[in-house]
């Protein structure tokens, strides 16, 4: 079993930043992948980004570039999702998300979930 806790959501002017922190606790090695994904609502959960722990590797999706990178914390088993010149339509609950093997897009095949933190955007 592994668990996350995000951290980090809030109430931010268009154009400003945040920064988002998942802690992950339990079983975690080999393979094992943490990513972030976002919920509007009324909207399909959507892939911000993933990260590969023992390489280091990083996938985003094609809108998140450039404006969001995803970052890890070996030492704590962290993973930040830092977030610039947010705009109105990046509001959603944002979750992290863990699994023994996969690091792609497809959020059914993460085993593990947060409990999601808000971020709203104002204009």
């Known amino acids: 079993q592994v668990q996350l806790v995000e951290s980090g959501g809030g109430l931010v002017q268009a154009g400003g930043s945040l920064r988002l922190s998942c802690a992950a606790s339990?079983?975690?090695?080999?393979?094992?992948?943490m990513g972030w994904f976002r919920q509007a609502p009324g909207k399909e959960r959507e892939f911000v980004a993933s990260?590969?722990?023992?390489?280091?590797?990083?996938y985003y999706a094609d809108s998140m570039k450039g404006r969001f990178t995803i970052s890890r914390d070996n030492a704590k088993i962290w993973v930040y999702l830092q977030m610039n010149n947010l705009q109105p339509e990046d509001t959603a609950v944002y979750y992290c998300?863990?699994?023994?093997?996969?690091?792609?897009?497809?959020?059914?095949?993460?085993?593990?979930w947060g409990q999601g933190t808000q971020v709203t955007v104002s204009s």
């Open positions: 990260i590969r722990w023992s390489s280091g590797t990083t």
């Open positions: 339990g079983r975690t090695s080999g393979g094992f992948a």
């Open positions: 998300a863990a699994d023994p093997t996969y690091s792609g897009p497809y959020h059914w095949r993460y085993d593990y």
